[in-house]
């Protein structure tokens, strides 16, 4: 998962994924989409605050399978997992590239565009 993070999130970039940043993700929940015994996709959840909010990040899907309904599978996944936990909302900080995605799953965008990792991201939410 780490190696597809970097390769699809991070290197494009020009930037790393280190180890303080991952020691940081243990209490998060890590989704992976598994095709032909690889990791084809990553999706990883933190868990409701008290308020119910949930909040999406690292979501990628191998450029070969890209555009076959896998991100979708993997958003969905997580709602269903989410919710059962506690979330009522779902929030996420979505790649100007990638808004129309998270449009098509029911995300509305909260906020204006900031940079974030070098690149231009939109604040997306959505109740449960
Ligand atoms: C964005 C990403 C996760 C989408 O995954 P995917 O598996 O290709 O998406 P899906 O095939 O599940 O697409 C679901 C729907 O969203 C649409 N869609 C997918 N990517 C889109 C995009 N960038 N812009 C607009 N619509 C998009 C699809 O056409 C599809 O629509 P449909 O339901 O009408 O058929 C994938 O392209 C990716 O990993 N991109 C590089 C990393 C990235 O940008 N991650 C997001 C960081 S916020």
Redesign the pocket.
């Known amino acids: 998962m780490v190696a597809l993070r970097r390769r699809?999130?991070r290197t494009p970039l020009g930037l790393l994924l280190t180890q303080t940043q991952l020691e940081a993700e243990r209490d998060q929940i890590h989704l992976a989409l598994w095709h032909d015994g690889a990791v084809a996709?990553t999706l990883l959840a933190i868990r409701p605050d008290a308020g119910g909010t949930a909040k999406l990040r690292q979501?990628?899907?191998s450029a070969s399978?890209?555009?076959?309904?896998?991100?979708?599978?993997l958003v969905h996944h997580a709602e269903t997992i989410l919710q059962p936990l506690g979330a009522n909302r779902i929030v996420?900080?979505?790649?100007e590239?990638?808004?129309?995605?998270y449009?098509?799953?029911g995300y509305r965008v909260t906020g204006e565009t900031y940079i974030e990792v070098t690149i231009p991201?939109l604040p997306m939410g959505k109740i449960l």
């Open positions: 699809l999130l996709g979501m990628a899907v399978l890209q555009g076959r309904g896998l991100g979708a599978a996420l900080s979505a790649r590239t990638a808004v129309g995605f449009r098509r799953l991201h």
